[in-house]
C-alpha cells in the first residue's frame, strides 16, 4: 500500500474554489488508477473523480461533472481536484486513493477496488 496525502482542503462560499492536493511524501506518485471520494456525515464514501496513470481517461461523479476537473503535476508528484463553483452540497471530507486495477473508458472503479487511503481533508461550503 501508498502513503497518500490530502491538503487543500477549507471553508469557503458557495462560488468559490478550491484546489486539494494528494501526495506521497518522497516520492513520485505512481498508480493505475487515482480517485477521489467524498464522505457525507453519517454516510458511505462516494465517488467524485478518477484518473488513469496517461491521465486520458477521466470520469466524473454526475454531481460535480463540468465544476471539478482531476489532474496530474508534470513531475508525477501530485494529483489535484481543481473544485470550482462549489455548493454547499459539496461539504464533505475528501479522500484521494488508489488502485492496482485500470480504468475502462466509461466505467469508474468501485470503491472496494481502491487500497491506498489518504486520511481525508474537510471541504466546508456555506451559502
Known amino acids: 500500500q501508498v502513503q497518500l496525502v490530502e491538503s487543500g482542503g477549507g471553508s469557503v462560499q458557495a462560488g468559490d474554489s478550491l484546489r486539494l492536493s494528494c501526495t506521497t511524501p518522497?516520492?513520485?506518485?505512481?498508480?493505475?488508477?487515482m480517485g477521489w471520494f467524498r464522505q457525507y456525515p453519517g454516510k458511505e464514501r462516494e465517488f467524485v473523480a478518477a484518473m488513469n496513470w496517461r491521465g486520458d481517461i477521466t470520469p466524473y461523479a454526475d454531481s460535480v461533472q463540468g465544476r471539478f476537473k482531476i489532474s496530474r503535476n508534470s513531475a508525477k508528484t501530485t494529483v489535484y481536484l481543481q473544485m470550482n463553483d462549489l455548493k454547499p452540497t459539496d461539504t464533505a471530507l475528501y479522500y484521494c486513493a488508489t488502485s492496482t486495477l485500470f480504468l475502462r473508458r466509461g466505467e469508474h472503479l468501485p470503491i472496494r477496488h481502491y487500497d491506498s487511503w489518504g486520511q481525508g481533508t474537510q471541504v466546508t461550503v456555506s451559502a
Open positions: 518522497g516520492r513520485t506518485l505512481d498508480f493505475n488508477t
